[in-house]
């Protein structure tokens, strides 16, 4: 089985599939991205794949095609090059903002001989339910019907299949100028069945459609460009376009550790990342994609009980109840279990998810025109939470399951709720609000200033009465609680910089012991330093930190300090988030501006 820096990935913008460089898809969730997998050998032997390649030796190269996420992969062998093309069809005839709202749920594969003549060797082994079904294969005039559970697929081609048991393969030779597609379709064993679509038309269509979309989004114009337009179009591709979603990564359980039991589902939509994540939609993409994602969240959110927790994360369609358990028949990645499947961590209580949709609502400010009367009550009241609760402890934006504290990023992410309530006070019709807010605000400030910074380690540090530092403060700045020139702040990050980093890759706190750089830190460091006009060196921190990603362009959650290696859940959208934030943060201040 591949590393996870050896994997690509493929969306539909409804869920997602990762593929090896030797042509193995090891992962797909249809019909959307925490629907359970019909492949799954990322995570233990019994989990289905699909391995198209040639037969004997070779060697690969791969890339996307522009503007895409559209992959090709080339085989080099001593007969002759084979091009395996491979995409998530987008809906027929879907352009720029639309893509994705209609896709059919169909995994596209296409072979053509480039040179000489290649042996092609295709299996496919679908076991759906993560690995827990082997479904039964019947020979029909539409292709190979899969039936197992609750998933049906059928599996269409050009070439001749042959079945072995619940194994579907076929074996050809392709000369110059020669091809073969395959097409295989999903559906839940309920829904009617589909006339199979024209693999090589739909194809061509859905590169057409992301180039539509791709076109639609070039208005960035800072430095590391091209790093940003990447990123975009993952953030695209982590995007369950029917609600607009942004999943934090397509996998569960790719370990923070290999061997460890740290293996989280993340295959939802966090709302404590909401304000970075839309702040990014709004630089590399435009505001389309940004109100649709503040849609969501406010969606989601709901009616807020005076006494309920605020919840961290929402399944990609706005459902709360995400328990958690494991599959004990998987073995995990590398051997890492538990595998699981939900998160926990929808039930704990973080205060820092009150500041995160003022603060979207402020940088949408002026795209979101007149506020509905629920969107108005819902922020009012996240403000007379923050308000209520700021004192109160909580898990943090770490999510740690070790007890609750008074973690400083949380009061301060109390601060930015009623900061932004009030410069956002008439339009949610809240003036008479202001006062109070504005007193605790002020509260807030002086308890952090004075019960946050440490004498003795010359910092602020993680938690009241800590003397541990923790990476997440790298936001004071970008928040505007304090300017990235303060000396507090200076020394804060310096530090951090000291005691967290190795070769600026940041763990999250002191004392993580062998845990890996948490890859967004890296990126909050970046623009810290820029902020404080340090700028050469925010760009080496960020030249650093993105030349970890894989020969795509991807980036998973964290990377394993001893050898440079990418680790957790893959690709990461908080990762992709940092590439963008950070360039045009590093791009405003070369220009002078002072973001």
């Not at 923790?470 to 990235?484: N, Q, R, S, Y």
């Not at 006009?533 to 925010?538: E, K, T």
Request: with cysteine; glycine share 10%.
């Amino acid at each position: 089985m591949a590393v996870i820096s050896d994997y690509a990935l493929l969306g539909d913008c409804q869920g997602a599939a990762l593929v090896s460089s030797d042509g193995v898809v090891d992962w797909w969730c249809p019909p959307r991205f925490d629907a359970p997998s019909v492949f799954a050998r990322l995570l233990g032997a019994s989990g289905g794949f699909w391995s198209i390649r040639p037969l004997g030796r070779y060697t690969t190269s791969r890339h996307y095609i522009d503007g895409t996420m559209v992959l090709r992969t080339e085989f080099h062998t001593p007969t002759g090059v084979l091009r395996l093309t491979d995409a998530l069809s987008l809906g027929a005839g879907e352009r720029g903002h639309r893509i994705g709202f209609t896709s059919p749920h169909v995994l596209i594969r296409q072979v053509e001989a480039i040179s000489g003549t290649v042996d092609v060797a295709v299996e496919v082994a679908v076991r759906p339910e993560y690995g827990l079904v082997s479904p039964t294969v019947t020979e029909t005039p539409a292709g190979m019907d899969i039936a197992g559970g609750g998933d049906r697929l059928t599996l269409a081609a050009d070439r001749d299949l042959a079945v072995d048991g619940s194994l579907v393969t076929a074996r050809f030779t392709l000369a110059e100028g020669d091809s073969a597609v395959f097409a295989l379709h999903h559906r839940r064993s309920a829904d009617p069945p589909t006339a199979p679509l024209d693999g090589r038309a739909a194809l061509r269509d859905t590169i057409a459609a992301w180039q539509s979309w791709d076109r639609l989004h070039q208005d960035y114009q800072g430095p590391y460009r091209e790093h940003v337009r990447r990123s975009a179009l993952v953030l695209q591709a982590l995007t369950y376009q029917p609600t607009g979603a942004v999943v934090a990564a397509a996998t569960t359980s790719l370990p923070e550790q290999v061997g460890g039991a740290a293996n989280w589902d993340y295959r939802f939509g966090w709302l404590r990342d909401g304000s970075v994540t839309l702040r990014a939609l709004w630089v590399a993409a435009c505001p389309h994609e940004a109100s649709r994602f503040f849609d969501w969240m406010a969606t989601s959110i709901g009616s807020v009980d005076t006494t309920e927790n605020i919840p961290i994360m929402f399944g990609v369609g706005g459902e709360r109840d995400l328990t958690e358990h494991t599959l004990d028949h998987l073995d995990g990645y590398q051997g890492s279990r538990p595998v699981r499947v939900g998160n926990n961590a929808w039930q704990q209580k973080q205060l820092d998810v009150l500041g995160e949709p003022l603060e979207c609502a402020l940088v949408l400010r002026d795209e979101l025109g007149d506020l509905s009367p629920a969107a108005k009550t819902l922020l009012r009241t996240l403000a007379d939470r923050a308000a209520d609760t700021w004192q109160e402890p909580d898990a943090s934006t770490w999510e740690g399951r070790e007890g609750e504290r008074n973690y400083l990023t949380s009061k301060l992410l109390c601060w930015v709720a009623l900061d932004r309530a009030i410069t956002l006070a008439s339009t949610l019709d809240a003036e008479a609000q202001v006062p109070r807010w504005s007193q605790v605000r002020d509260q807030i400030r002086t308890a952090i200033l004075t019960q946050g910074w440490n004498d003795s380690r010359q910092a602020f540090t993680g938690a009241f009465g800590s003397d541990h530092l923790d990476a997440g403060l790298l936001v004071m700045p970008i928040t505007g609680f304090l300017p990235g020139d303060d000396e507090r702040v200076m020394a804060t990050v310096d530090a951090i910089r000291t005691e967290l980093g190795r070769d600026d890759l940041l763990q999250r706190w002191t004392g993580a012991g062998e845990e890996g750089a948490f890859i967004i830190c890296s990126y909050w460091l970046a623009e810290a330093l820029a902020r404080a006009g340090r700028l050469d060196d925010a760009k080496q921190v960020y030249e650093n930190v993105t030349g970890h990603a894989n020969d795509l362009g991807l980036l998973s959650e964290e990377i394993d300090r001893r050898d440079g290696s990418l680790i957790g859940n893959f690709p990461q959208a908080l990762s992709h988030i940092g590439v963008i934030n950070a360039a045009w943060i590093i791009g405003e201040v070369e220009s002078g501006n002072r973001p």
